[in-house]
Protein backbone atom coordinates (compact mmCIF):
# COMPACT_ATOMS: atom_id res chain seq x y z
CA UNK A 1 0.00 0.00 0.00
CA UNK A 2 1.50 3.31 -0.68
CA UNK A 3 0.20 6.72 1.12
CA UNK A 4 0.56 9.67 -0.59
CA UNK A 5 0.77 12.69 1.80
CA UNK A 6 -1.26 15.80 0.20
CA UNK A 7 -1.13 18.58 2.49
CA UNK A 8 2.71 17.43 3.54
CA UNK A 9 4.95 20.02 1.41
CA UNK A 10 4.14 20.79 -2.14
CA UNK A 11 3.45 23.81 -1.55
CA UNK A 12 4.47 26.72 -4.17
CA UNK A 13 2.88 29.95 -2.49
CA UNK A 14 5.68 30.61 -0.46
CA UNK A 15 8.19 30.52 -3.53
CA UNK A 16 5.31 32.50 -6.02
CA UNK A 17 5.64 35.50 -3.20
CA UNK A 18 8.99 35.34 -3.36
CA UNK A 19 9.53 35.57 -6.64
CA UNK A 20 7.47 38.68 -6.65
CA UNK A 21 3.61 37.08 -7.61
CA UNK A 22 4.16 37.82 -11.26
CA UNK A 23 0.75 38.08 -13.19
CA UNK A 24 2.57 35.76 -16.03
CA UNK A 25 5.60 34.07 -14.88
CA UNK A 26 8.01 32.90 -17.40
CA UNK A 27 8.88 29.64 -18.26
CA UNK A 28 12.07 29.42 -15.74
CA UNK A 29 9.70 30.57 -13.05
CA UNK A 30 7.00 28.28 -13.68
CA UNK A 31 9.09 25.92 -13.68
CA UNK A 32 10.62 26.62 -10.35
CA UNK A 33 6.38 27.09 -8.79
CA UNK A 34 6.24 23.53 -10.20
CA UNK A 35 9.30 21.71 -8.90
CA UNK A 36 8.22 23.52 -5.35
CA UNK A 37 4.26 22.33 -5.82
CA UNK A 38 5.30 18.71 -6.57
CA UNK A 39 4.25 15.66 -3.58
CA UNK A 40 6.81 14.24 -2.26
CA UNK A 41 7.51 10.82 -2.72
CA UNK A 42 4.62 8.01 -1.27
CA UNK A 43 5.47 5.99 1.76
CA UNK A 44 5.52 2.47 1.57
CA UNK A 45 2.65 0.52 4.23
CA UNK A 46 2.45 -2.80 4.95
CA UNK A 47 -0.77 -4.99 4.69
CA UNK A 48 -1.24 -7.93 7.39
CA UNK A 49 -4.01 -9.80 7.22
CA UNK A 50 -5.42 -7.24 5.40
CA UNK A 51 -4.82 -4.58 7.70
CA UNK A 52 -2.63 -1.89 7.91
CA UNK A 53 -2.23 0.98 10.45
CA UNK A 54 -2.17 4.83 9.16
CA UNK A 55 -1.65 7.85 10.89
CA UNK A 56 -2.84 11.29 9.66
CA UNK A 57 -2.27 14.43 11.49
CA UNK A 58 -5.48 16.45 12.06
CA UNK A 59 -6.61 18.22 9.46
CA UNK A 60 -4.31 15.74 7.11
CA UNK A 61 -4.87 14.56 3.80
CA UNK A 62 -3.59 11.52 2.75
CA UNK A 63 -4.50 9.23 -0.64
CA UNK A 64 -4.21 5.49 -0.39
CA UNK A 65 -3.03 3.41 -3.56
CA UNK A 66 -3.48 -0.66 -2.56
CA UNK A 67 -2.28 -2.99 -4.84
Known amino acids: MRKYRIDGGG ?3 KPYEAIGRPPFPDRAKIEV ?3 AGALPAPDQLAIHDGRSQVAVPEHGLA ?3 IR
Open 63 to 65: VFE
Open 11 to 13: YAL
Open 33 to 35: LRK
